[in-house]
T-cell receptor, first 115, second 113 residues
Framework: AQSVSQHNHHVILSEAASLELGCNYS??????LFWYVQYPGQHLQLLLKYFSGDPLVKGIKGFEAEFIKSKFSFNLRKPSVQWSDTAEYFC?????????????FGQGTTLQVKP | DAGVTQSPTHLIKTRGQQVTLRCSPKSGHDTVSWYQQALGQGPQFIFQ???????QRGNFPDRFSGHQFPNYSSELNVNALLLGDSALYLC????????????FGPGTRLTVT
């Protein structure tokens, strides 16, 4: 069965610290990969996406993610976090076979940035 | 350009009742997907509508049904509500059967008592 695993459920960092959130997926075919963010009181927003090409993708607000096909991973990184990055982060995957739009989400990681 | 909109924002129902949730997709989008998000969990796919037909379904019982209208807006219906149906229901819109990224609405918080 297809699944997405996010290793860290709750991360606490101080401002200016570096961030890396792990995401691994289980699926044998070709996939699209996404990171979504949910700020307190707001709806899910797309942070970045990977469809094909350069495995290092850049998103909004200084975030980036690297797709490592051999490890089935799509980890999210940011060199220096800000208090405003406090939010819940979700990794998601969908299959490109059959044009499916079914997104499978991880459980989410709550990031708390201390000022 | 309005994003994805959902109504109502909050809803309280009694066990056994029926509920209808509504979604209007982002302009230019023709595909609507519905997700259920329980507290502390990631969203779970319910089903997807494209060209007014259900195209794909997740692991949800037949009590969950939907509809898509010619203007691409969509409804989610849940019959015979259970306490376990209490959750945030999210609508996402996209182009071309979800081949591209999906954009989410603010959700409808359903509480079943």
């Amino acid at each position: 069965a297809q699944s997405v695993s996010q290793h860290n459920h709750h991360v606490i960092l101080s401002e200016a610290a570096s961030l890396e959130l792990g995401c691994n997926y289980s699926y044998g075919g070709t996939v699209n990969l996404f990171w979504y963010v949910q700020y307190p009181g707001q709806h899910l927003q797309l942070l970045l996406k990977y469809f094909s090409g350069d495995p290092l993708v850049k998103g909004i607000k200084g975030f980036e993610a690297e797709f490592i096909k051999s490890k089935f991973s799509f980890n999210l990184r940011k060199p220096s976090v800000q208090w405003s990055d406090t939010a819940e982060y979700f990794c998601a995957v969908n299959s490109r076979r059959g044009n499916t739009g079914k997104l499978i989400f991880g459980q989410g990681t709550t990031l708390q940035v201390k000022p | 350009d309005a994003g994805v909109t959902q109504s109502p924002t909050h809803l309280i129902k009694t066990r056994g009742q029926q509920v209808t949730l509504r979604c209007s997709p982002k302009s230019g989008h023709d595909t609507v997907s519905w997700y259920q998000q329980a507290l502390g969990q990631g969203p779970q796919f319910i089903f997807q509508y494209y060209e007014e037909e259900e195209r794909q379904r997740g692991n949800f019982p037949d009590r969950f049904s939907g509809h898509q209208f010619p203007n691409y807006s969509s409804e989610l219906n849940v019959n015979a509500l259970l306490l376990g149906d209490s959750a945030l229901y999210l609508c996402a819109s996209s182009r071309d059967r979800g081949r591209y990224e999906q954009y989410f609405g603010p959700g409808t918080r359903l509480t079943v008592t």
